[in-house]
C-alpha cells in the first residue's frame, strides 16, 4: 500500500516537472488542468518506472531508484505530448 502512495506522490511531481520541460524547453503551448496533469503524470511515472526496473533493477531495500525516477520522467513526458496532440 505504502508503495502505491509513493507512486501517486513522485507522480505527481513527475507531471509537474514534465509539464515544466514541455513549456520552457521544448517551447510547448500546453493548457492542461491541474488534474490532468497529475494524472498524466502518475501514468508516465508508473510506465517510467517499469521501464527503469527493466533496464537495472534497484538495489535491496533501497527507497530510491535513480533510473526509475529519470525514466518516469521521461515518461511523462512523452505522454504529455501524446495528450497535447490529441487534444489539440
Not at 24 to 44: E, Q
Not at 65 to 71: D, I, K, S, V
Request: proline share 3%; no cysteine.
Amino acid at each position: 500500500m505504502l508503495h502505491l502512495i509513493w507512486s501517486i506522490i513522485v507522480g505527481f511531481f513527475v507531471g509537474l516537472i514534465g509539464k515544466f520541460l514541455l513549456v520552457h524547453i521544448f517551447h510547448a503551448d500546453i493548457h492542461l488542468g491541474f488534474w490532468l496533469t497529475a494524472i498524466v503524470g502518475i501514468v508516465g511515472s508508473v510506465i517510467g518506472g517499469l521501464i527503469g526496473r527493466m533496464i537495472s533493477a534497484p538495489p535491496p531495500d533501497s527507497k530510491f531508484h535513480t533510473a526509475g525516477f529519470l525514466m518516469s520522467i521521461v515518461g511523462a513526458v512523452i505522454l504529455l505530448l501524446v495528450v497535447h496532440f490529441v487534444v489539440h
